[in-house]
């Protein structure tokens, strides 16, 4: 960092303001992997949903600060049954499709990187 730069803090509207919006945009994209999480649909396409939500969401803020990273902060993982947490599949790894009865656990973040 620079000597010009200075070290944004929350002490700052504007980074309360990211905050806030990332967390409604997190909320959303939870809520959207919630409702779509069903018997049937695939870990896969709902990591997808979660994370393409995000993406669309926070590239239709702060476009004029073009310097500033945004968007996932932490990819949409959905954790079945004995499988604790953060599992991402890639395209490549074997789908796994939902079963009723299954315990989801869901997680995601969103992010600005001021």
Same mark, same amino acid.
């Given at each position: 960092?620079?000597d010009e730069e200075?070290?944004?803090?929350?002490?700052?509207?504007?980074?309360?303001?990211?905050? #806030?919006?990332?967390?409604?945009?997190?909320?959303?994209?939870?809520?959207?992997? $919630?409702?779509?999480?069903? =018997?049937?649909? @695939?870990v896969l396409s709902?990591?997808?949903?979660?994370?393409?939500?995000?993406?669309?969401?926070?590239?239709?803020?702060?476009?004029?600060?073009?310097?500033?990273? #945004?968007?996932?902060?932490?990819?949409?993982?959905?954790?079945?049954?004995?499988? $604790?947490?953060?599992?991402? =599949?890639?395209? @490549?790894?074997?789908?796994?499709?939902?079963?009723?009865?299954?315990?989801?656990?869901?997680?995601?973040?969103?992010?600005?990187?001021?």
């Amino acid at each position: 960092m620079s000597d010009e730069e200075q070290e944004q803090t929350i002490a700052e509207d504007l980074v309360v303001t990211k905050y #806030k919006m990332g967390g409604d945009i997190a909320n959303q994209a939870l809520r959207l992997v $919630v409702e779509a999480a069903k =018997p049937g649909v @695939s870990v896969l396409s709902l990591c997808e949903k979660g994370d393409a939500y995000i993406m669309t969401e926070t590239g239709k803020v702060f476009k004029k600060e073009k310097e500033m990273k #945004k968007g996932i902060a932490f990819p949409t993982s959905v954790s079945v049954n004995n499988c $604790v947490c953060h599992f991402s =599949p890639l395209k @490549s790894d074997p789908d796994y499709t939902l079963k009723d009865g299954d315990l989801v656990k869901i997680s995601q973040s969103c992010g600005y990187l001021h």
